[in-house]
C-alpha cells in the first residue's frame, strides 16, 4: 500500500477531495457547475500554459500577471476614451501587441543584456504593474455595454474561454510531446 500511495498520492488525494466535495455539496459535480468553474479559471489556465512553455525552456517568467494586466488595461482605456472609434476587436489587438511589445523587453533584458530571468521579470513585473496602477489611476475601468458580454459567451453549455483554453493548452501540450521526441 506504501507503493501505491507514492506512485498515486496526488491522485489518491484528489479523488478524496472530490469525494468530499460532492458528499458536501452534491451539485458541486452537475454539468453547469464544472462549466462554471472551468469558465472562471480559463484566463490563468491560459497564462499557465505560457508559463509552462517557459519553466521547460528551463527559463522563469514571474511578469505575466503584470502583463496581462498592463494589456487589458490599455485596450479597456482605448474602448473607454475613444468610444466608438475604438471598436473591440482593435481593442483586442491592441491588447495584443501591447502584451508582445513587453514581453519582449522582457526578452531584451534576459537574452540580450543577460539578466537572470527571475530578476529581470521581477523588476518588470513591478513596473509594468506600477504603469497599469498609474495609467489606470488604480480604478477599475468600465467596459462599453457592447463588449460587457464577450466573457460569457458560449457554444451550447460551453463558454468561450474554455474553448480557448482548451485549445492553448492542446498546442501547448503539442509544443512538449513533439519537442521532447524531436
Known amino acids: 500500500i506504501l507503493n501505491l500511495s507514492l506512485d498515486y498520492g496526488f491522485q ?15 451539485s458541486f459535480l452537475r454539468p453547469d457547475n464544472i462549466f462554471g468553474m472551468l ?12 508559463v509552462a512553455l517557459i519553466v521547460m525552456l528551463g527559463k522563469l517568467d514571474i511578469s505575466l500577471g503584470s502583463i496581462a ?10 474602448m473607454r476614451d475613444l468610444g466608438p472609434a475604438m471598436h473591440p476587436a482593435m481593442a483586442f489587438l491592441l491588447a ?31 513596473a509594468f504593474r506600477g504603469i497599469a ?11 462599453p455595454d457592447a463588449v460587457r458580454g464577450f466573457g460569457n459567451w458560449t457554444l451550447g453549455p460551453v463558454f468561450v474561454d474554455t474553448l480557448i483554453a482548451a485549445a492553448l493548452l492542446l498546442a501547448a501540450l503539442t509544443l512538449v510531446v ?3 521526441t524531436g
Open 178 to 180: 513533439v519537442r521532447s
Open 96 to 126: 495584443l501587441g501591447v502584451g508582445a511589445l513587453l514581453g519582449t523587453v522582457n526578452g531584451f533584458v534576459v537574452c540580450i543584456l543577460k539578466v537572470n530571468p527571475l530578476i529581470a521579470t521581477l523588476g518588470t513585473m513591478i
Open 39 to 50: 469558465h472562471s479559471m480559463a484566463p490563468i489556465t491560459i497564462i499557465a500554459a505560457g
Open 12 to 26: 489518491i488525494i484528489l479523488m478524496l477531495l472530490l469525494l468530499g466535495f460532492t458528499l458536501a455539496a452534491p
Open 133 to 143: 496602477l498609474q495609467v489606470t489611476d488604480s480604478q477599475v475601468i468600465v467596459l
Open 69 to 78: 494586466l498592463a494589456s487589458a488595461s490599455v485596450a479597456a482605456l482605448a
